[in-house]
């Protein structure tokens, strides 16, 4: 079967795509590290804050290192510097009284509201605009980027650094 002929309206599409997400990508570090800032916090600790904040129980080192590609002690480290600041808490494990699980407390959860809230709701009302065949394609890429973000992340981690500092491929 012959491939499709190709259409230009798309292609120029896919191009204006492919050329905001590096912007997309940079607005948000950029948002992230003014966020960490103001609460006088590191980017990496900002992101354990989201992946606790995220969880729908709380969670052990363990399985926040797994979540942010840390060591534990790394892990430890950031749950120390996000408690003394107030925006987590530890407690014992109601199954395993050696563990602690942390979560964020609810002054955690409201200083991050106050930076995030009206960037989700200005997301929610666009979205809005967009039927379920619009809404499902736009799930499909995001999270296809994401978890292609996060392939690429693992084979950089896992790659030896290349003489410039790239990785071989």
């Known amino acids: 079967m012959p491939e499709p002929a190709p259409d230009p309206a798309v292609d120029r599409l896919i ?5 905001v997400m590096p912007d997309m990508a940079t607005a948000t570090v950029q948002l992230n590290e003014l966020v960490a800032g103001r609460l006088g916090v590191s980017t990496i600790d900002l992101q354990c804050l989201h ?3 995220k969880a729908d129980a709380p969670l052990g080192a363990g399985e926040l ?13 950031m749950i120390d510097r996000l ?12 199954n395993d009284r050696r563990r602690a699980l942390v979560r964020v407390t609810e ?7 106050d930076y995030y809230d009206g960037m989700g709701r200005r997301a929610t009302e666009l ?8 809404l499902r394609a736009v799930l499909t890429f995001v999270t296809a980027t994401r978890d292609d973000a996060t392939t690429e992340a693992t084979l950089l981690r896992n790659a030896p650094a290349t003489e410039g500092g790239g990785r071989a491929r």
């Open 65 to 77: 290192a797994k979540r942010l590609s840390r060591t534990t002690g790394a892990v430890t480290r």
């Open 51 to 53: 992946a606790l904040a």
């Open 15 to 19: 191009d204006e795509i492919l050329s």
């Open 127 to 134: 979205l809005s605009r967009f039927d379920e065949h619009q």
């Open 83 to 94: 408690e003394a600041a107030g925006y987590v808490e530890r407690a014992a494990d109601p």
């Open 107 to 113: 002054r955690g959860r409201t200083l991050s509201a």
